[in-house]
């Protein structure tokens, strides 16, 4: 046995955090799925009437305006997924 109290007190710890902790990788991981769920659900409200906003913006038909709005969707999902892995090597 070893008189350290600094190996019995880590895997006390250790074993407190498994048993009955969350830790912090569960509170980021709850906080990555909220903001996702917010940022969807912003998106979800905006994607329907997309087409008609932009035909009365800019008096198109509606065609047109489909277009726009889908070229629109595109670059808002291709945008994050370019930036995402540079912005996250500048953080590192």
Same mark, same amino acid.
């Not at 008189?3 to 906080?31: L, N, Q």
């Not at 009365?56 to 291709?78: I, K, N, P, V």
């Given at each position: 046995?070893? *008189?350290?109290?600094?190996?019995?007190?880590?895997?006390?710890?250790?074993?407190?955090a498994?048993?009955?902790?969350?830790?912090?990788?569960?509170?980021?991981?709850?906080?990555?799925?909220?903001?996702?769920?917010?940022?969807?659900?912003?998106?979800?409200?905006?994607?329907?009437?997309?087409? *008609?906003?932009?035909?009365?913006?800019?008096?198109?038909g509606?065609?047109?305006?489909?277009?726009?709005?889908?070229?629109?969707?595109?670059?808002?999902?291709?945008?994050?997924?370019?930036?995402?892995?540079?912005?996250?090597?500048?953080?590192?």
């Amino acid at each position: 046995m070893s *008189d350290d109290p600094a190996g019995a007190t880590g895997s006390a710890d250790a074993s407190e955090a498994a048993v009955g902790g969350v830790g912090a990788r569960g509170y980021a991981i709850s906080f990555s799925l909220i903001t996702i769920l917010i940022d969807t659900l912003g998106f979800e409200k905006n994607a329907p009437v997309m087409p *008609d906003l932009i035909r009365e913006l800019t008096g198109d038909g509606l065609a047109e305006a489909a277009r726009c709005g889908g070229s629109l969707m595109f670059l808002f999902a291709a945008v994050p997924f370019v930036a995402a892995p540079i912005l996250g090597n500048l953080g590192d």
